[in-house]
């Protein structure tokens, strides 16, 4: 029998490739993206190998006294073909339950997870770690209500303060986030990883002096290079914190990268950013075009999906960045539109079969300047004639969206 010895002169190195489920990863021994292995432990599922692959990894040191035997990981990790995320996946296109019922639910988990922002931002200037058990619990709790209903949190995003962006920002892209990689069709553990990092992404920022961050005009050389900071800065901060993953740093590190070499930090290019960074940096973007910001008014998600496409010859993904219009819709759940009649209603559900017939929430009359009875027009019915005219602002007709808002889905 062979002696219960953890020293060091019983790990091996072996390359990814070689990695089995069962194995037992006491670290990472060469990658090509910089990332950090945060806790060793057992590999219980193929698919996390091939989630350590993608993150860049190639060569890891396993403990061979420590591995499972094959029945052993078959006890602990189901075979993906009966997990019940695939079974969850299977029957995600329909509803689990309704937009309405989501829609409390939803409320009070955004409104504790914006709260929860301040708090890690100002903990964080007060030199205070950041509790990651927290911090998982609110954004593990979202993902379960996007599986619920993903359009409740989706409508909530939209209804943002120009003054809170920072926070905003961070928690919108973590639902962004969610809905993507459920999209995707990653393990449920992959998708609160991911949830978790988008929430973190731009954590350091708090580090950034005021006066840039909500400088109205056009940033000098000098002070673009001080807000790049803030990537290095929140990386900073989560390197000392204990249970933050490799993707979440991954997410955080990569989300300014660009295919053509053009981003920052590091100047990645092409497969030098793993499908976590590419994922990030299109959900970033994303939701910043579609922001008010002190220095630039928000475009609509159309106008934003454009230029996403425009740029995918250089900096985006071009097939993720496809796939992520593909999740949202080409008028995403929460977007304010007008139709020919002159009717203004929240987009309230996608139509997957006709993108741009979807069902329409209505409840103000533009001609009439006036509040009108809410009613659902499911614009791929013959019946209704109405289709939409263009995308618009709430402060084009002087509407209190948030006021419309909850008074539209708790009818």
């Given at each position: 029998m062979m002696p219960?010895?953890?020293?060091?002169q019983n790990f091996k190195e072996i390359p990814i490739a070689q990695l089995r489920p069962g194995m037992y990863v006491k670290s990472i021994s060469y990658q090509d993206k910089g990332f950090i292995l945060k806790s060793e432990g057992y590999v219980l599922s193929?698919?996390?190998v091939m989630q350590l692959k993608e993150a860049g990894i190639k060569k890891v040191v396993i403990d061979p006294l420590k591995q499972k035997a094959a029945e052993e990981v078959d006890k602990v990790m189901p075979s993906i073909s009966s997990s019940p995320l695939t079974k969850l996946n299977k029957v995600g296109r329909k509803k689990v339950i309704s937009l309405e019922d989501e829609l409390k639910q939803a409320q009070a988990l955004y409104g504790n997870a914006k709260n929860l922002q301040s708090k890690i931002l100002g903990?964080?200037?007060a030199d205070k770690s950041v509790d990651a058990d927290e911090v998982r619990e609110t954004t593990d709790a979202m993902v379960d209500s996007i599986f619920r209903n993903q359009d409740a949190l989706a409508c909530l995003s939209r209804l943002r303060s120009k003054s809170d962006y920072l926070m905003e920002h961070s928690l919108n892209c973590s639902i962004l986030m969610a809905i993507f990689a459920k999209h995707l069709k990653f393990e449920r553990d992959v998708i609160e990883q991911l949830t978790l990092g988008a929430f973190l992404h731009d954590i350091g920022k708090v580090f950034?002096?005021?006066?840039?961050?909500?400088?109205?005009t056009a940033l000098s050389a000098k002070e673009e290079g001080i807000i790049k900071t803030h990537v290095a800065l929140?990386?900073?901060?989560?390197?000392?914190?204990?249970?933050?993953?490799?993707?979440?740093?991954?997410?955080?590190?990569e989300h300014h990268e660009r295919l053509d070499g053009s981003g920052y930090p590091k100047a990645l290019k092409g497969d030098e950013i793993s499908k976590f960074g590419r994922m990030m940096a299109i959900v970033d973007s994303y939701d910043?075009?579609?922001?008010?910001?002190?220095?630039?008014?928000?475009?609509?998600?159309?106008?934003?999906?454009?230029?996403?496409?425009q740029e995918s010859a250089t900096g985006y993904d071009e097939e993720l960045v496809e796939k992520f219009i593909q999740c949202l819709g080409v008028y995403?759940?929460?977007?304010?539109?007008?139709?020919?009649?002159?009717?203004?209603g929240l987009i309230s559900e996608l139509n997957k079969a006709k993108p741009t017939h979807p069902i329409v929430k209505v409840f103000y009359n533009s001609r009439l300047n006036q509040a009108i009875a809410i009613e659902d027009i499911d614009l791929s019915q013959s019946k209704y004639k109405d289709q939409i005219d263009k995308c618009i602002r709430p402060e084009e007709f002087n509407i209190n969206l948030l006021s419309f808002f909850k008074t539209a889905f708790e009818h």
């Open positions: 219960s010895d953890n020293s060091s193929v698919a996390k903990n964080v200037q950034l002096p005021n006066d840039i961050l909500n400088k109205p929140g990386a900073k901060i989560l390197e000392d914190t204990p249970q933050i993953s490799h993707i979440v740093m991954t997410v955080l590190r910043a075009m579609i922001s008010d910001r002190c220095y630039q008014d928000a475009v609509h998600p159309v106008n934003a999906f454009k230029t996403l496409i995403p759940v929460g977007t304010l539109v007008q139709l020919n009649s002159g009717k203004i």
